[in-house]
């Protein structure tokens, strides 16, 4: 065998320190159901570090998946609460609820974080919170705003295909619908209009707004609050098959910014759900989304902090802290 090295004994040593701080936090978590920006500073300062340093990695091969993690975070806090049941797979997989299935992405990055920090801090960050921190990390490196994330939560033990399939928003709802699946999880129109904002990156296939392009209704064969140039380049992109994909944000795809709320004034959403915010006459909803939009589209300032701070709202839905649930050793599967 051979003899602990200075720095292996260091290792250990603040390993056991880690182990007596996370029981403590574990009790102040238990005592408050609190989650805290400063959870991982003791046992797993490294965290920030591995988790940008992975979403940059992952983010470099393709731009896009700032936006795929973003989404995720999203997907797991409307399902059972931020408790990475979204990761789970085997039966009752979340994955394969209709909003998901072929749409959702970004886990083998989770997974690869995940192994990352089990070998540099084991059996500490949950999965729930790499999530979190994955989807901020997307943000920041598309050059949206540097919220602080809330930090704590521990992972669920089961996955909920029913509730992925009931709780989370459709494209084509109304906006009184989705606002009322927020209400469901604790947020309020306010955050409708600004989550939304999200979609300043990313892309959607086609399946989710062909229905604008062609035989829209009976008087309209295009979806008249849909720009007409906008319309013929997407109808262009779609005869290519229901899984073409178009950039949520016309003007600038992988950049985060407020170009989102100038596209929806000038008719340029490119999902229903989007351009409903400011164009669904008749649902009463829609007043205030609007004047959201416009201070929004005037404001990018107040749009970036606004954001981060629903960012903290939504992650904070309904999150396992203390004894509840346990820190996966891999996102996949309950230990
Ligand atoms: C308000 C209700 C919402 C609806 C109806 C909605 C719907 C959608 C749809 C249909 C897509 C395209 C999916 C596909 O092509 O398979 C999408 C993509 C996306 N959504 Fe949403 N969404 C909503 C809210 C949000 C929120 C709250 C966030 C995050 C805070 C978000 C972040 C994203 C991102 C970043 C993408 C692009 C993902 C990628 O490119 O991989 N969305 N959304
Ligand atoms: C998910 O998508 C796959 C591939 O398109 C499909 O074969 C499967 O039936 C879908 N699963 C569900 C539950 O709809
Ligand atoms: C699944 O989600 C639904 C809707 O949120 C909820 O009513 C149900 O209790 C959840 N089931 C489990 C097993 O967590
Ligand atoms: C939504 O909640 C935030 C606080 O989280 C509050 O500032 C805002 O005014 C609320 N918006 C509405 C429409 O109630
Ligand atoms: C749309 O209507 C045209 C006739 O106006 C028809 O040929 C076409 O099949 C319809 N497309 C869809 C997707 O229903």
């Not at 997974?111 to 949950?126: H, M, R």
């Not at 919220?147 to 029913?162: E, F, I, K």
């Not at 959403?269 to 589209?297: E, I, W």
């Amino acid at each position: 065998m051979e003899y602990a090295t200075r720095g292996d004994r260091t290792a250990s040593c603040l390993s056991f320190l880690c182990k007596i701080v996370v029981l403590l936090g574990l009790a102040a978590a238990a005592a408050s159901g609190q989650l805290m920006d400063d959870y991982y500073d003791y046992c797993c300062p490294q965290v920030y570090r591995i988790v940008r340093s992975r979403v940059a990695a992952a983010m470099k091969a393709e731009m896009r998946m700032g936006a795929s993690l973003l989404r995720l975070h999203f997907h797991d806090c409307f399902v059972n609460g931020c408790d990475a049941s979204i990761l789970l797979d085997g039966t009752n997989s979340e994955k394969f609820a209709a909003p998901n299935n072929n749409s959702v992405r970004g886990y083998e990055v989770i997974d690869a974080i995940k192994a990352d920090l089990e070998s540099a801090c084991p059996g500490v960050v949950s999965c729930a919170d790499i999530v979190a921190l994955a989807a901020k990390y997307g943000v920041l490196l598309s050059g949206g705003p540097d919220y602080d994330v809330l930090l704590g939560r521990r992972d669920g033990l089961v996955a909920n295909q029913t509730g992925a399939n009931s709780n989370l928003p459709s494209p084509f709802d109304s906006i009184s619908v989705i606002t009322a699946r927020f209400k469901d999880v604790g947020l309020n129109a306010t955050d409708v209009v600004v989550l939304s904002g999200a979609h300043t990156i990313g892309r959607s296939r086609c399946l989710l707004f062909s229905n604008r392009l062609a035989n829209f209704s009976a008087t309209n064969s295009v979806d008249p609050t849909l720009d007409s140039s906008l319309a013929s380049s997407l109808q262009q992109v779609c005869r290519g098959g229901a899984d073409q994909l178009a950039a949520l944000d016309v003007n600038s795809a992988d950049a985060f910014d407020n170009h989102y709320y100038q596209n929806l004034l000038a008719n340029k959403g490119l999902l229903a759900s989007d351009q409903g915010l400011v164009s669904s006459s008749g649902d009463p909803a829609v007043a205030a989304t609007k004047a959201l939009v416009q201070a929004y589209s005037a404001n990018g300032q107040r749009f970036s902090c606004d954001f981060g701070n629903s960012m903290v709202k939504m992650g904070n839905i309904s999150p396992l802290t203390g004894s509840a649930g346990q820190i996966r050793k891999n996102c996949r599967a309950v230990n």
